[in-house]
Structures are given as structure tokens and as C-alpha cells.
């Protein structure tokens, strides 16, 4: 029986087609939860990523992130936030201006953003790395500065494409805690693209699975673990 | 962006400055030549203030980059041109420039201009000359070639640079003597001298510029060129070589517009081009022989310069009529293996 | 990630600069071929069209593959020893044959390659008594090689620094053998760039005129570009020179196309930023090798510099400099270089921006990619219209608006724009398009554009490459004679016009010291170019 949901993100009979590869999804991303998206390598994850971050245009179909529509609209003018795997920041503006892009991209800051801004990199444990340039961070310290930036955009959905994906298992541990912290703080919308089952089932509410360009399985965490068929035991027995 | 505006807007405005408005006052009397001869080494300063002092005028010159530049700019122009005088075509260029029947007789005195070989013209006034002459380094050079039967028939591992033909009024000049004295016999004559040459310049420069750098020995120049050397450098290493068949003569004139609206002014100049005045400067500064007898003697240099005993010199219609025939002609002869 | 209307402005700057460019060429040669020369026609592919034609391309056939082939090993060896002293400055001289007047340029290789040049000097010191000629197809190559390898080299080597510096970490952590490090990372991203740049070589080649004729020994050595001087200045036959023109565009196009145009896209790595340290070649044979070709690419490169340099040293240096016309010569050249070189980097950033746009359109049509294939075809060939036929078609066009010499600089700014065009866009394409990889989603997810984005994202990255472009256009703009023959303006002088002038008057030896000062202002223009790679290694 699957529960009733706010509909925070709903993919309304999307196509597209990328090069001889057709996709279509057809499903609703639970509002305020953390939904992971997941499947095998080349399955579509990063293609519904895509469709909902604004970086693709279905050929047909709509795409509702709260109610609205904004199949067509530009990256920028959706209520989202995206941390990807790596290439988060601009490698030669510092750390308080990346954060900065964040909250105005003409970075017209009054004296209330900077203090937002060193909240935020409080908030991710980086305090006093305002100055600091990307290259001199670990990869770690560069992905919470990314958080940071989430932080301070308040956008209600964060997209997060594999995101701990470069990090060793402890620090992924910590940032794994840093992200359930932030969600619960603001309450919004996840979405995890994710590889990884231990990830999933230390993360999420809810399952998205594709497989082959379409949607598997949508279910809830525990019910997904609990499902006993063919691609899914493939995916939970060999990553 | 402001960094990239900023010099672009003070390039662009050094470049407008360039763009006033022309001079319009007094009365004008526009000059078409080319540019050695306006530049500071050479005659037109001199000339220019000279005459301005006389004629309570304002001499302009319009200084394109040569001779053959100078004409196809007024067949171009056409009637319309602004020019009074057209100063630096050579005799080659006579005929053409006759057909565009842009040119008025000059109608001035010219019982006092001489030039070898009598040429003599009532459109076109000669106010320079200059002989062709093969210019050898004597610090290598021994025994210089004293005849072109000599220079063909040499020791090809000596060797000289010439110019071309198809891009040179030098070129078209060498390329014309060989023919007076070979006729017929020419293309033979060039199949030898291909191995003496060494390379083939579009212009005088480049091959005056390898002979001075040592490059080569001998170079196809005017028999005038040592008289810079010796005067200017103080050196006579640089000689002319006396070829006993004679040489081609190379003559500079210029012609009155018939469109000219200052007719008189235009006259009273090229009178005066063949004056003292102008042919006292002219040794030394164009690096070429005077038309008519300077007020004061030439530097001693002048004295000591190749005085051909016979000048060659083709009509300029024949030159028209038989130039490409001559060029594709001295083309295979010199690209034979 | 572009918005649909950041899409239509960046589509409509690429239409803009076709159009503009495409006019002005056009203009030119309509001008022309409406001129009535009141003669018949001649044939055009006679037997010594065929001849020329045939040579044109063989020279540059050759020299493009020598000059390329040769730039490889160097390109290789610089980078691998991304810090030796003086390697800065080889990669700046590398920059002075293209500022220098051609003609200057043949002395100084005179200098050396001669019948009296050093390297003849030394053969007859160690007793080979027969001088080695270098004139002919020999000296032609020399020459092209010596003009065009220092240009190929900074291109190719501008390809292998922006490889990620985590490459070498994982080349060196696996323990690639250096064969293994060229065949698996250096080159597949020289392949990327070899054929535009040899595009390039090949054009500047089949375009050579001076170098041809002086040391090509004779008129077996002449190429098309001879010929449509020739028709169009000793001739005056325009329908002439315009079908030669057409005839080496249509060629070159064909052989272009051959060697695909351009390159595919690069596959960026992503890289934290990382300054490129390198740790293979550490062996006693790959430091002598490099060692080796970087000293052989620097003496090839420097003997014929110093040569004009020690000729130079003999004029009076501080007379000239200080002379009114050299200040008002140098002022003028400068500041037509500086528009030359801005207009041609501001319309290399219109055109790539516009065929960026198109190619991330989702669903190209026909229409735009034909246009994007124009705008590509355009920034190159672009090089191959002769200046004589854009200048006396200009000087036609101008003529009824008076007094002609008015325009000579900015004929002669644009004329020079056009040329620089090509390089403007090899040294800016890659560099802009690494970067939108890089920055495209992240700029596009944060609403990242117009004004701010310029000063923020764009401006700070891509200011070394826009420099660099800027200092090869204003270097080939300075060297550059103009097209202006017809035009005489007595006030408009160059400094190459100046050095010309002096030959002509005899005062080689002005000439020469003219030649000194010219290089030594393009050296400080590619300092211009090589800025900010100190500030690049920054407090990492």
C-alpha cells in the first residue's frame, strides 16, 4: 500500500531521446523528503537529473517542481539547488565568493548575505575558509563548501548528483550526517542520484529505481529492500 | 571589459585623428608620386618648400607606392582625379598612360633638358635618369663582367641577384636590355645567365638589401647607385660595371593633367622641376642623373660614376605591345632544369 | 545552458560578424569586377597557372608538414619542463618572426642559412670548400619552418597545458613509460588541434609571396599570390586577380576540407585547478632528449633573430628612436595594432560564441548548420583574400567620398583584423570551450549571465587566452606592410613602411636598426600575451 505523498517534483509522460536512446518517466518525487534515484550505470539516472535541473528539454511531456510548470523554463529560474560530483566551484574566485554566486550571481552582497555566508560555512564546519581558493581544499572541504552555497540559495529542492561518490568512507560518513542535518534544519525536497545501496538505505525515504530509461520501481525505502526481483538483486548483490 | 574598452577607444580616436578634415586655404597644387620620393631622404621635402616659397602656393603631394601604383591610381580616378601632376612614371609606362588621355601637353621650355639616347616628349618631361648597371662588390668581385656577353657567358658559381620582371620596373628594365642587345637570341642568352643567378627579387630592395649584406656579389642597380656609397658612406667598394654594349636607360618624367584646374601653377612647377632649383637635389637625394646642367657642381662621387657610351632605350608602345610576350618568354627560359 | 534568448544573441553576434565580414570582402571584389578594364578577357588556367597553381601547393604541402611535424618534439619537451629558466623567454621570441616585415625576416635567415651565412661558414671552416645553396625549394622551407614552427609550437603547446594536471598524477601513479604517457594523453590532445593548426600553417604558406620569390632561386618558384599581385598591380586586371583569388580559396577550401577544418571537441577531464606538475621524464635520456630538441628549436629560432639584432646594433639606435617620425611611425603602427588585434579577438568571441550556441542547440536545423559551418569557414579563409585585392577594391569603393588617404588606417586596421582573425580564433576556441564545459551547468544552475557572469566567471580565465590572441594579432599587424598602395596618404606611416622606405633609399643600415626596435616592441607585446601565467600559480 503505498502511502499518500506531496507532490513535490512530478514528471508528467517525459520523453526525450538522446541520440538512438529513447527515455520516458513518468513519476512524482515526494515534497520534503529525501528521494534517492538509483540503478545501474547508463540506466537514465543522470538523464532525469537533467530533465529536472533544466539541463535537458524533454521532447514532449511536463515537469511540475511544486505545483508549477517548469518544463521549459532555464536552470536558473527553478526552485533548485545542484551539487554535483565534482566542479562545484569556480576554481579561481575564493571560497566567500563561490559561496556568494549563490545568493546573487551580480554578487551585490549586503552586510546580512556576508553573515549568512560565514553561518553557512559555520553550519558546514568550515570556519575560516572564507578566504581560501579551491584548489587549496580536499575534495571534502570542497563539497561542503557546496552545501554552504545550498545553504544559502534556499531553494526548496536540493539535487545531488553523486556526491560523495569522490570521497573516502569516512569522510562520506561525516557528510552523509552534514546532509541529513541540513535537510532536517530546512525541510526541502532531495534528490540523491546515487550508485550506492548502503547510501540509500542510510539516506532515504523514498526509491526511485530506473532501469533502461524508465522507471522501475517507486517505493518506499523499506519496501524497496524488501522487493524480490531480477535487476533489483542485481544492483543490491554486486555494488 | 572596461580594461578592453578603454585602449580600444584611444586607438580608435589616435586613428579618427588621422581622419580630420583635409586642408583646403590657399591655393593647392596636388602632386601624385610615390613614396621614395616624397619620403625625408628624399627630393620632396626640398622641392616642396622650395616652390612654395615661389609660387605662394601650397605644394600636396599624394604619395602612393610607385610608379605603376601612380598610374593605375588615374586610370582609376579617371577624370575626376584631383591631381595637376603626375611626377615619377617611368618611359615604360608612356604609352599606357597616353591611352587614358588624361595628360594635356606641358607646353614648357625644355631647350635646356638633355637626356642620353635624345628622348624627347611634349606630354611627358623628363626630370631624372638613370642607367641600368650591374653594381659589383670589388672586395670579391676582381675581374667585373665589361660586357652583358660577358655576364652571360661568366663564371656561374659568381653571382648576382636581379629583380623580376613581373613585379619590378628594375626587372622589366634587365629584362628589355637583354633584348636590345640578344634580340631574337634572348631567351638563349637568359638560359645561361639563369646559372649566374642566384635568386630573383620582386623588388629592388630586397636584392639591393642581400648584395650590401654580402649575400651576393653583384646586383642589377643603377650606375648611380656607388655615388651613394661614396658620398654618403665614404667608401668605393660598391662599383658599377661598364658593359661595352651599352645600357639600358631608365627615365623619370612626369605629366600635367588636362583636368588640372590650376593649369599655370602646374606648368610653372614642372618648369621648375627641370630647373636648378629642383636638379641641384635630385643627385643626392633621388640618387639619380639631372636632366639639365645644376647651378653647382656634383659632389666629385658623380664624376667618377659609369657614363655609358650607348643608351638603349625601346619606344614605350613596343614595350606595351611585346611586354607579356617577353615576360612568358623570359618565365620558360628561366624555369628550364 | 543557455537561456533561449542568451541562444539568440549569440547566434545573432555570429550572423552579425558573417555578415560584416562577408561585406567587406564583398564589397572589395564587386568594386573590382565592375571595373571596365576595356580589355579582353585572358585565359586563366593556362599551362603556367597549372604550374604556379601546382607549386603553391606543393611548397605549402611541405612546409606545413615540416613546420608542424618539427613543432611536435618541441611543443612535447616544453611541456614536460615547465619550469627551466628561460623558458619563458623562448616562448616569447617564439612570437617575433611573425611581427617582423618579411623582408627583414629573409635577411635574417640570410644571415645565417647564405651562401655567406654562418652555417656556410662553418662548413668551409671544417673544410668543405662548395657553399651549400639554400636557394630554391630548400630555402623556401627554411624560411616557412623558421616563420611558422615558433607559431605551431605555442599553439600545440597551449593544447597539452590545458590538460588536467591530475593526468600526469595517474600517468605517473600508473608508471607510464613516456611512449605510453605520448600515445595515451599528449597525443590525442595534440590530434585534436594539429589539423586546425596545420590549416593555419598551410594557408600562411600557400599565401607567402617575398619569402617565395627571394629565396625561392627563381620563377620556377612562384605561387598564386605573385600572380594576383602581378595582374592586379603591374597588370592592373582585376577579373584576373579576383579568379586567381577565387582559384587559391576554392583549392585551399578543398584541402581543408580534407584535413577536416576543425577539430572535435575536446573531452574535458574535470580538474580541481591544479597547478600541472609533471613527474615523468625524470630519466637521464628524457631530460637529454628534451634538452636536446629545446635547444636545437631555440638556436633555429634565435640565430636569424640575432643576426637581425647584431646588424641592428651597428645603426644609431637613439638617434632613430628619438627621431619625430619614428615616434609618430610607432604610434601609428601601435595603435593599429591594437585595433586590428581587438577587432579581430572581439569577432573571434562573436563567431565561437555563436557556433557554441548552435551546437548545444537541442535540434539544429539545416539552416543553422549551415550557418555554423559558415562562420567556421569564414574565420579561416578568410586569411587566403589577398590584401592587394582588398585594397584596390576598397580604393574603388571609397573613392566617391572624397579625399581617399582619409581612410587609410582604418582600411589598413581591418585589412589586418581579417588576417588575424584565424589565429584569434585557434588560440581562443579551445580555451572558451574548455571553459563552458567546466562552468556551463554550474553558471546556468546559478543564474549566472549577462554583465555578471562576464566579470566574474568568464573575464578571469579567459583574459590569458583573449591576451595571448591579442598579442599574435597586434604582433602580425606590426609587421604588416598594409594594402594601402593606391591610397597615398604622405601621413600614414607605418613601421614596416618606414623600414621599406629607408631600404629604398639606400640607408639599409637605418633599415636595420628599425628591424632591432620593431622586434623588441613585439617582444614586449608577447609579454602582453605570456601575462598572468605567474599569477596563475597562485597561493596553491
Known amino acids: 500500500m503505498p502511502e499518500k505523498i506531496l507532490p513535490g517534483i512530478e514528471l508528467d509522460n517525459v520523453e526525450l531521446r538522446l541520440g538512438a536512446r529513447p527515455f520516458r518517466f513518468d513519476c512524482t518525487i515526494a515534497a520534503g523528503a529525501i528521494t534517492a534515484i538509483t540503478g545501474a550505470s547508463g540506466a537514465g539516472k543522470s538523464t532525469l537529473l537533467n530533465l529536472v535541473a533544466g539541463f535537458s528539454t524533454p521532447a514532449s511531456g511536463t515537469i511540475r517542481i511544486a505545483g508549477e510548470d517548469v518544463t521549459r523554463s532555464h536552470p536558473s529560474g527553478r526552485p533548485v539547488s545542484i551539487i554535483f560530483q565534482d566542479n562545484n566551484l569556480f576554481a579561481h574566485l575564493d571560497i566567500t565568493t563561490n559561496i556568494g554566486l549563490g545568493i546573487s550571481p551580480s554578487l551585490r552582497l549586503s552586510r546580512n548575505d556576508k553573515a549568512q555566508i560565514e553561518y553557512a560555512l559555520d553550519r558546514v564546519g568550515l570556519h575560516g575558509f572564507g578566504k581560501r581558493m579551491p584548489p587549496e581544499l580536499s575534495g571534502g572541504e570542497r563539497q561542503r563548501v557546496a552545501f554552504a552555497r545550498a545553504l544559502v540559495r534556499q531553494r526548496p529542492v536540493l539535487i545531488l548528483d553523486e556526491p560523495f561518490a569522490a570521497l573516502d568512507p569516512g569522510l562520506r560518513q561525516s557528510m552523509r550526517i552534514l546532509l541529513l542535518d541540513l535537510h532536517r534544519e530546512t525541510g526541502n525536497t532531495v534528490l540523491l542520484v546515487t550508485h550506492d545501496p548502503e547510501e540509500v538505505r542510510r539516506l532515504a525515504d523514498h526509491v526511485i529505481f530506473i532501469e533502461d530509461g524508465k522507471v522501475l520501481v517507486r517505493a518506499e525505502k523499506t519496501e524497496f529492500f524488501q522487493l524480490d526481483i531480477e535487476p533489483l538483486r542485481h544492483f543490491l548483490n554486486d555494488s | 571589459m572596461r580594461k578592453i574598452l578603454v585602449p580600444f577607444l584611444a586607438a580608435a580616436a589616435a586613428l579618427a585623428a588621422h581622419v580630420g578634415p583635409a586642408l583646403a586655404q590657399e591655393k593647392t597644387l596636388t602632386v601624385y608620386t610615390y613614396e621614395s620620393f616624397t619620403s625625408d631622404w628624399g627630393p620632396g621635402p626640398k622641392v616642396k618648400a622650395a616652390f612654395e616659397k615661389t609660387c605662394g602656393c601650397k605644394v600636396d603631394f599624394v604619395s602612393v607606392a610607385d610608379g605603376v601604383a601612380l598610374l593605375t591610381r588615374l586610370k582609376l580616378e579617371g577624370e575626376s582625379t584631383k591631381a595637376d601632376i603626375a611626377l615619377g612614371l617611368d618611359t615604360n609606362l608612356v604609352s599606357e598612360a597616353k591611352a587614358t588621355s588624361l595628360f594635356a601637353p606641358a607646353g614648357i621650355d625644355t631647350a635646356k633638358v638633355k637626356v642620353p639616347g635624345n628622348y624627347a616628349d611634349d606630354t611627358f618631361i623628363p626630370y631624372d635618369y638613370g642607367h641600368f648597371a650591374v653594381i659589383y662588390d670589388t672586395q670579391t668581385i676582381k675581374n667585373p663582367p665589361k660586357s652583358l656577353k660577358d655576364l652571360v657567358d661568366g663564371d656561374p658559381s659568381q653571382k648576382i641577384a636581379i629583380e623580376d620582371p613581373r613585379t619590378s620596373t628594375p626587372g622589366l628594365g634587365l629584362l628589355l636590355w637583354v633584348k636590345s642587345v640578344y634580340g631574337d637570341k634572348a631567351p638563349e642568352a637568359w638560359a645561361k645567365l639563369r646559372k649566374r643567378v642566384l635568386t630573383v627579387t620582386p623588388g629592388w630592395s630586397e636584392a639591393y638589401g642581400m648584395f650590401t649584406k654580402g649575400e651576393v656579389p653583384m646586383v642589377l642597380s643603377y650606375t648611380t647607385s656607388p655615388a651613394y656609397h661614396m658620398v654618403e658612406e665614404k667608401t668605393d667598394r660598391y662599383q658599377a660595371a661598364e658593359f661595352s654594349e651599352g645600357h639600358y636607360i631608365q627615365i623619370e618624367v612626369a605629366g600635367l593633367l588636362k583636368g588640372s584646374k590650376n593649369r599655370d601653377l602646374a606648368r610653372q612647377f614642372l618648369q621648375f622641376l627641370v630647373s636648378p632649383a629642383v636638379q641641384d637635389v635630385i643627385p643626392t637625394t633621388n640618387w639619380m642623373m639631372p636632366v639639365s646642367a645644376p647651378s653647382t657642381p656634383l659632389p666629385d662621387a658623380f664624376s667618377k660614376l659609369v657614363q655609358p657610351r650607348k643608351t638603349f632605350l625601346m619606344g614605350s608602345d613596343e614595350v606595351a605591345k611585346n611586354r607579356q610576350a617577353w615576360i612568358d618568354e623570359w618565365l620558360t627560359a628561366m624555369s628550364m632544369n | ?540
Open chain 3, 1 to 540: 545552458m543557455l537561456t533561449a534568448r542568451q541562444a539568440r544573441q549569440a547566434i545573432g553576434g555570429g550572423v552579425l560578424a558573417l555578415t560584416l565580414v562577408s561585406l567587406f570582402v564583398a564589397i572589395a571584389v564587386i568594386a573590382l569586377l565592375s571595373w571596365d578594364t576595356g580589355r579582353a578577357g585572358s585565359r586563366l588556367m593556362t599551362a603556367y597557372t597549372w604550374r604556379i597553381l601546382f607549386f603553391t601547393i606543393w611548397q605549402a604541402f611541405l612546409s606545413t608538414l615540416l613546420s608542424v611535424g618539427l613543432a611536435v618534439p618541441v611543443a612535447l619537451a616544453l611541456a614536460r619542463r615547465p619550469s627551466f629558466p628561460g623558458r619563458i623567454w623562448i616562448i616569447r621570441l617564439m612570437a617575433v618572426p611573425m611581427g617582423l616585415p618579411v623582408l627583414i625576416g629573409a635577411l635574417g635567415l640570410i644571415g645565417i642559412w647564405g651562401r655567406q651565412g654562418m652555417a656556410n661558414q662553418s662548413l668551409l671552416a671544417i673544410g668543405v670548400s662548395q657553399p651549400v645553396s639554400i636557394y630554391g625549394l630548400s630555402g623556401i622551407l627554411i624560411a616557412h619552418v623558421f616563420f611558422n614552427l615558433p607559431l605551431a609550437t605555442r599553439l600545440l603547446l597551449a593544447s597539452l597545458e590545458r590538460l588536467p594536471a591530475e593526468y600526469w598524477l595517474i600517468a605517473s601513479s600508473l608508471g607510464m613509460k613516456p611512449f605510453s604517457v605520448f600515445r595515451l594523453i599528449e597525443w590525442p590532445a595534440l590530434r585534436r588541434v594539429a589539423p586546425g593548426v596545420a590549416g593555419l600553417v598551410y594557408m600562411l604558406c600557400a599565401t607567402s609571396f617575398t619569402l617565395v620569390l627571394v629565396l625561392g632561386g627563381g620563377p620556377a618558384a612562384t605561387t598564386l599570390e605573385v600572380a594576383i599581385y602581378q595582374s592586379l598591380h603591374f597588370d592592373f586586371d582585376p577579373p584576373r586577380a579576383i579568379a586567381l583569388a577565387f582559384l587559391q580559396i576554392g583549392v585551399t577550401t578543398i584541402l581543408l576540407a580534407l584535413i577536416s577544418v576543425f577539430p572535435a571537441p575536446e573531452a574535458w577531464g574535470l580538474t580541481a585547478g591544479r597547478l600541472p606538475r609533471r613527474f615523468d621524464g625524470s630519466g637521464f635520456g628524457s631530460k637529454a632528449w628534451d634538452a636536446i630538441v629545446i635547444a636545437i628549436a631555440a638556436v633555429f629560432l634565435v640565430l636569424p633573430l640575432a643576426s637581425i639584432a647584431i646588424s641592428g646594433l651597428h645603426a644609431d639606435l637613439i638617434r632613430l628612436a628619438s627621431s619625430d617620425i619614428f615616434v609618430k611611425a610607432a604610434a601609428t603602427s601601435l595603435s593599429i595594432a591594437l585595433v586590428s588585434g581587438l577587432v579581430a579577438v572581439g569577432f573571434s568571441i562573436l563567431v565561437i560564441n555563436a557556433r557554441s550556441a548552435i551546437s548545444q542547440a537541442a535540434s539544429a536545423g539545416a539552416g543553422l548548420k549551415s550557418l555554423s559551418a559558415a562562420l567556421a569557414g569564414l574565420s579561416s579563409l578568410v586569411l587566403l583574400v589577398p590584401p592587394v585585392v582588398l585594397g584596390t577594391g576598397w580604393f574603388l569603393a571609397l573613392r566617391p567620398m572624397g579625399d581617399i588617404s582619409r581612410f587609410a588606417p582604418i582600411l589598413v586596421a581591418l585589412v589586418n583584423a581579417l588576417m588575424a582573425l584565424p589565429f584569434a580564433m585557434r588560440v581562443i576556441a579551445p580555451a572558451m570551450e574548455a571553459h563552458r564545459i567546466r562552468t556551463g551547468r554550474l553558471s546556468a544552475s546559478l543564474g549566472l549571465a549577462g554583465w555578471s557572469r562576464i566579470r566574474h566567471i568568464d573575464f578571469p580565465v579567459l583574459i590569458r587566452p583573449m591576451l595571448m590572441a591579442l598579442s599574435f594579432a597586434m604582433a602580425l599587424s606590426l609587421g604588416d606592410l598594409g594594402a594601402v598602395a593606391l591610397f597615398g596618404s604622405s601621413d600614414f606611416t607605418t613601421l614596416p613602411w618606414l623600414v621599406y622606405n629607408r631600404l629604398a633609399s639606400y640607408r639599409s643600415n637605418d633599415a636595420d636598426g628599425l628591424a632591432l626596435i620593431l622586434g623588441i616592441i613585439c617582444l614586449a607585446l608577447t609579454m602582453i600575451g605570456t601575462a598572468g601565467r605567474e599569477r596563475e600559480r597562485p597561493n596553491a
